[in-house]
Nanobody
Framework: QVQLVESGGGLVQPGGSLRLSCAASGSIFSINAMGWYRQAPGKERELVAGISSGGRSNYADAVKGRFTISRDNAKNTVYLQMNSLKPEDTAVYYC????????????WGQGTQVTVSS
């Protein structure tokens, strides 16, 4: 059974930084793309950043230059370094991953709350 467990969310002041982590565990053969999404109250879930198995990354325009996605394939973990945080970054952040076990499917984490407020 595969699980994605996120950590690192919390309350931070505008201009501050947070680092989110998401670790995959279970009977994993390999992991393809991994990514971070977020969902603010009353809004649809949106892609924040994605990273391929080879390390190629892409970002939403709203976070370019402020957020950095990275991964440690040996640890089956993806990270999101968030700098210069703004109140509009407040949301529940979810990680996902395309994980190969006996087949291939997308798994989601449970979500972690990020609140940017003074």
């Amino acid at each position: 059974q595969v699980q994605l467990v996120e950590s690192g969310g919390g309350l931070v002041q505008p201009g501050g930084s947070l680092r989110l982590s998401c670790a995959a565990s279970g009977s994993i053969f390999s992991i393809n793309a991994m990514g971070w999404y977020r969902q603010a109250p009353g809004k649809e879930r949106e892609l924040v950043a994605g990273i391929s198995s080879g390390g190629r990354s892409n970002y939403a325009d709203a976070v370019k230059g402020r957020f950095t996605i990275s991964r440690d394939n040996a640890k089956n973990t993806v990270y999101l370094q968030m700098n210069s945080l703004k109140p509009e970054d407040t949301a529940v952040y979810y990680c996902n991953a395309d994980i190969v076990t006996y087949g291939s499917r997308i798994y989601w984490g449970q979500g972690t709350q990020v609140t940017v407020s003074s």
